[in-house]
């Protein structure tokens, strides 16, 4: 048994042990709280009296302390994880880049629409994938019928009629405004495209063979579809001059 195991391997006893009615370290705790997550009722029922038969009340306090402590520990560590699952898989959140590169655009003089503001984003994702080799947001691009788009962000800005409400100042954005090579590309992508309309970037990523048409190809037509990173590398390569 999980909980047997944490003992021994760490040099203690199970509580069965003669005159062994104490629990000499933590592990155990955290491996009988994931046996009890894992096992099926009657082994649940068997692990509870075995805590039972430590026969001290303060003993069984004392473990169903620990227990609940693992608890939030678990929960921390699945935060945690998930926050280096989220790097890992991409640098921002895409949300948050969105808010930033529209609030900053629209500071820099720049005209900003839903439309352009997913077109823009696209060509910064694809810029920074292919310079650096590194995903920029936690989410990929998908062909949709004016372009490809960014799903989370779409329906963040969908009923947003100020897409500058973003105060790019705050703590918030501190992570991408520190960022100098992001910074640099931002700048580079808004002095190329900046001035173009919402209609001509959708234009522009309808092109054939762009990554937005083999998405659809690959996918039978149908909308929706992943835009794949290997595509969007090798696209931008071809013309990137940033």
């Known amino acids: 048994h999980l909980f047997k195991f944490g003992l021994v391997v760490l040099g203690g006893q199970p509580p069965g042990a003669a005159g062994n009615r104490e629990i000499p370290c933590c592990f155990c705790f955290w491996t009988s709280y ?3 997550l894992i096992s099926t009722g009657s082994h649940r029922n068997e692990l509870c009296k075995k805590y039972l038969a430590l026969k001290s009340p303060g003993i069984f306090v004392f473990i169903c302390r620990n227990v609940y402590l ?3 520990k678990l929960l921390s560590l699945r935060q945690f994880l998930g926050k280096i699952l989220n790097h890992k898989s991409g640098m921002y959140d895409s949300i948050k880049m969105g808010e930033y590169l529209a609030a900053y655009a629209v500071k820099k003089g720049y005209f900003m629409n839903q439309t352009k503001l997913q077109k823009l984003l696209y060509i910064l994702y694809g810029a920074y994938l ?3 080799e590194e995903f920029l947001v936690d989410e990929q691009p ?3 019928p004016y372009g490809p788009v960014f799903p989370r962000v779409q329906k963040k800005f969908a009923k947003v009629d100020n897409l500058a409400y973003a105060n790019i ?3 918030d ?3 991408i405004r520190e960022n100098q090579r992001l910074q640099s590309l931002i700048d580079s992508v808004l002095h ?6 919402a209609q001509a970037l959708s234009a522009w990523s ?4 762009s990554p937005w048409a083999v998405a659809l190809t690959n996918n039978e037509m149908r909308f929706s579809a992943i835009i794949s990173s290997e595509s969007i590398k090798e696209y931008f390569k071809t013309f990137m001059n940033l």
């Open 34 to 36: 994931y046996f009890c």
């Open 70 to 72: 693992a608890m939030g």
């Open 130 to 132: 292919t310079q650096y």
């Open 142 to 144: 998908q062909a949709w």
């Open 169 to 171: 100042e705050s703590d």
């Open 173 to 175: 954005y501190e992570t």
């Open 192 to 197: 190329t495209f900046g001035e173009w309309t």
């Open 206 to 209: 309808h092109k054939q063979g």
